[in-house]
Every structure is written in structure tokens, then in C-alpha cells.
């Protein structure tokens, strides 16, 4: 099994910056995929970013703005958020895909970005 926990939500206006974290632990040496994920009120959980060994991917609406980092000494994987805009609000989730096909969840983080 993974565990992820998200760290690093908050309260932000609009044109600023976070740093969401996702510590991982467990058997990490089965980890294929780090992504990050988000979900506002009354939407569908959608993709923000996510990483392999080789590439990073992100969704159209944050190219640019995002960035997605792993700290391979730390276990831990970064999502810096710059510019951040009223519809960046959601609940961040960090996700892992495994080499046996199950994928792992964190508990989620709220950002909110005022305007």
C-alpha cells in the first residue's frame, strides 16, 4: 500500500502563489504515476497534473501557472501554484498510480483563491 498526505492548502488572493506538498510513504518503490488532482463544489474531480519517469503533463487551464516537482530524497512530490486564479478554488488531491494497477488517494487540501 501508499499513503499520501497533502499538506500546504490555505487562503490566497487571487495572483498569488502555493506550494502544495504530498508526502508518500509506504511501498513506494511500486509507485508508477504522482499526480495531483482537484475537485470544486458541485464539479467533477479533474486532472492537474501528473508525472512518470519521464514526462509531466498538465492540464490546459494551469499550464504555465503550474509546476509539479518530486523530492525523489524526500519521498515527496510539489505542486508549486503561481498566478492563481478564483476558479483555481478547490480541494487539491494527491494520487499515486502503481505498477499493479491500484491507485492510492491523500485526504485532500483545500485551496481557496479570493478575488
Known amino acids: 500500500q501508499v499513503q499520501l498526505v497533502e499538506s500546504g492548502g490555505g487562503l490566497v488572493q487571487a495572483g498569488g502563489s502555493l506550494r502544495l506538498s504530498c508526502a508518500t510513504s509506504?511501498?513506494?518503490?511500486?509507485?508508477?504515476?504522482l499526480g495531483w488532482y482537484r475537485q470544486a463544489p458541485g464539479k467533477q474531480r479533474e486532472l492537474v497534473a501528473v508525472m512518470t519517469s519521464y514526462n509531466t503533463n498538465y492540464a490546459d487551464s494551469v499550464k504555465g501557472r503550474f509546476t509539479i516537482s518530486r523530492n525523489n530524497a524526500k519521498d515527496v512530490v510539489y505542486l508549486q501554484m503561481n498566478s492563481l486564479e478564483p476558479e483555481d478554488t478547490a480541494v487539491y488531491y494527491c494520487?499515486?498510480?502503481?505498477?499493479?494497477?491500484?491507485?492510492?488517494w491523500g485526504q485532500g487540501t483545500q485551496v481557496t483563491v479570493s478575488s
Open positions: 509506504g511501498n513506494i518503490f511500486s509507485i508508477r504515476t
Open positions: 494520487k499515486s498510480g502503481t505498477y499493479s494497477l491500484k491507485d492510492y
